[in-house]
């Protein structure tokens, strides 16, 4: 094989089903987990002019590339918990903004009660985290100084001390990452996967809890300006591979990371559905995948829905479809409906899934 390699797996399976194939030597398991993969979708070459064919597992499994074989172990490798969160199965994320501008719930928990008290309602609805965020990141906004970010943050997470869920901070800034981590969060969630802030590499390492990395074309003010990609799928995966060569070089674990391809963040309608309809590439990355789609513009787009608490199945809808290629974690801000169609569908597929 000449040029990098990308493999993405095609073929999903679940139940009974998936574990006779894995036993015949037809399937591979997908991140240690009951599910597994049929085949793959090889890439070779850079972004843009990448050859593409179809493999069996078989076949590729079979593989003696060294490049293939370290994808291949990858992508098979057991997860590790994140902040105490087994991921045998999707997990959902709670959103809790106490922020007066973000793009759907902005100043709807900007009280520290009632951002608190919405936290543990998402969790009594199935949530085995919650991500609060003190920074709107929404295509336009202005960035939030240090001071102001951490008044909203720190009432909060003193409320929530006890939660029984792991908690996450959505911050680009090192000061509010040492202040979380201190005041009971477990996660951090960057946005800009730890490159904003210069201190942000050492300050997660140093701290040594999870973080996700998620991708970012731009800052939040001009992200949507133009955003233009040769292959959407192939440069967000090798942006955040970047990332985590960046994160282990600094003394990051690797079982400590987690990666977001970013929906939204610099990206059109039609980059986000290309990322959502090959998101299986991102588990050859070795990490948990998070998506965050909820009630999001390109759902709007899509259905009609100007006013983003009408886009909740829509939403649903969509991370259905991540949860079929077994992404571990969804970011929502309606954790309960989430929650019910996972189960749903999950019962549907024919196998025993863990209780929650």
């Given amino acids: 094989m000449s040029g990098k390699p990308y493999l993405r797996p ?3 399976m679940w139940g009974d089903a998936a574990a006779e194939a894995r036993a015949q030597g037809a399937a591979l398991p ?13 890439m070779e070459g850079a972004p843009g002019s990448a050859k593409r064919r179809f493999a069996s597992a078989r076949d590729l499994g079979a593989s003696a590339e060294a490049n293939i074989r370290r ?7 057991p997860r590790p918990d994140i902040a105490g969160v087994a991921l045998d199965r999707t997990r959902i994320m709670g959103i809790v903004n106490v922020t007066p501008d973000s793009f759907s719930d902005g100043g709807d928990f900007a009280d520290a009660g009632a951002a608190a008290a919405h936290a543990r309602r998402l969790v009594a609805e199935g949530a085995a985290f919650i991500d609060i965020g003190a920074e709107s990141t929404r295509p336009g906004a202005e960035a939030v100084g240090e001071d102001e970010e951490l008044r909203r943050i720190r009432p909060v997470l003193e409320r929530l001390r006890g939660l029984p869920a792991a908690i996450s901070v959505d911050t680009r ?3 509010v990452m040492r202040a979380a981590i201190q005041g009971g969060a477990g996660l951090i969630n960057d946005v800009s996967a730890l490159s904003h802030d210069g201190d942000a590499l050492a300050t997660a390492a140093a701290l040594g809890c999870p973080v996700v990395l998620m991708h970012a074309k731009g800052d939040p003010r001009t992200m949507q300006d133009d955003p233009t990609y040769a292959d959407v799928l192939l440069e967000v995966y090798d942006a955040l591979e970047a990332r985590i060569e960046a994160a282990e070089s600094a003394g990051i674990a690797r079982r400590l990371m987690v990666a977001d391809p970013g929906i939204g963040f610099g990206k059109t309608i039609e980059h986000n559905l290309a990322l959502l ?6 588990h050859t990355l070795g990490v948990p995948i998070l998506l965050g789609v909820s009630r999001k513009r390109f759902i709007g787009a899509i259905t009609g829905q100007t006013d983003p ?9 969509a991370a259905l479809a991540a949860a079929s290629q077994a992404v571990q974690i969804l970011r929502v801000h309606d954790v309960g409906e989430t929650r019910q169609a996972l189960d749903a569908w999950q019962a549907s597929l024919g196998g025993r899934w863990p209780p929650r």
């Fill in 30 to 42: 997908v991140a240690g987990g009951p599910v597994c993969c049929l085949g793959f979708e090889v």
């Fill in 71 to 77: 994808l291949l172990g990858n992508l098979t490798a």
């Fill in 309 to 317: 608490k009408n886009r909740v199945s829509g939403s649903i809808g």
């Fill in 277 to 282: 309809a090959g998101i299986g590439l991102f």
């Fill in 173 to 175: 800034k090192a000061s």
């Fill in 10 to 12: 095609t073929g999903f």
